[in-house]
T-cell receptor, first 114, second 113 residues
């Protein structure tokens, strides 16, 4: 099993540019989560999906952030326009309903906005 | 604002000794607690969990203790090994909303050979 796959692993962009982060969950998992990690706040849940439907997006910081899950094997997190304070590591995680609590994380995307 | 707090950013322990990582929470509705371990350039991986109906859960060298009255939990690693060197995150949830995990800021553990 390949685990959760995220791309790119590193992204450096300039302020004002659009950034798209990608995630492929573990096959068969029906929940997908997007997190952001910063030194000050640790890991914060941004949004999660169940069966491709967004369930809770209360953690999305601003309208500049959007997430989609067009099918069970792919999700994107988009920031438009990006700002320096968006610099962080963004993690995607997935889990299966049968395992109530264990979320499996991808390796993360380190985003730097100059 | 931070509902789960890990007040020690780092901890160094000699190999073979006990490592104790601490975590405090403020939300009395939390009733499920987890520890995740994270190596550099990797995502967090689940380590151990505990429900509020227990005060201790053990898995090999790892034991988590929960003190509900103090809103405090700790992770004990005995004996500590160099491979345990990682960042440890404490997380909590209200069981009914188990998808909403609240994480602390992490503690970097270094086990010195």
């Amino acid at each position: 099993d390949a685990g959760v796959i995220q791309s790119p692993r590193h992204e450096v962009t300039e302020m004002g540019q659009e950034v798209t982060l990608r995630c492929k969950p573990i096959s068969g998992h029906d929940y997908l989560f997007w997190y952001r990690q910063t030194m000050m706040r640790g890991l914060e849940l941004l949004i999660y999906f169940n069966n491709n439907v967004p369930i809770d997006d209360s953690g999305m910081p601003e309208d500049r952030f959007s997430a989609k899950m067009p099918n069970a094997s792919f999700s994107t997190l988009k920031i438009q326009p990006s700002e320096p304070r968006d610099s962080a590591v963004y993690f995607c995680a997935s889990r299966w309903t049968g395992f109530t609590d264990t979320q499996y994380f991808g390796p993360g995307t380190r985003l730097t906005v100059l | 604002d931070q509902q789960v707090k890990q007040n020690s950013p780092s901890l160094s322990v000699q190999e073979g000794r006990i490592s104790i990582l601490n975590c405090d929470y403020t939300n009395s509705m939390f009733d499920y607690f987890l520890w995740y371990k994270k190596y550099p350039a990797e995502g967090p991986t689940f380590l151990i969990s505990i429900s509020s109906i227990k005060d201790k859960n053990e898995d090999g060298r790892f034991t988590v203790f929960l003190n509900k009255s103090a809103k405090h939990l700790s992770l004990h690693i005995v004996p500590s090994q160099p491979g345990d060197s990682a960042v440890y995150f404490c997380a909590a949830s209200e069981k009914l909303r188990a998808n909403n995990l609240f994480f602390g800021t992490g503690t970097r553990l270094t086990v010195i050979p």
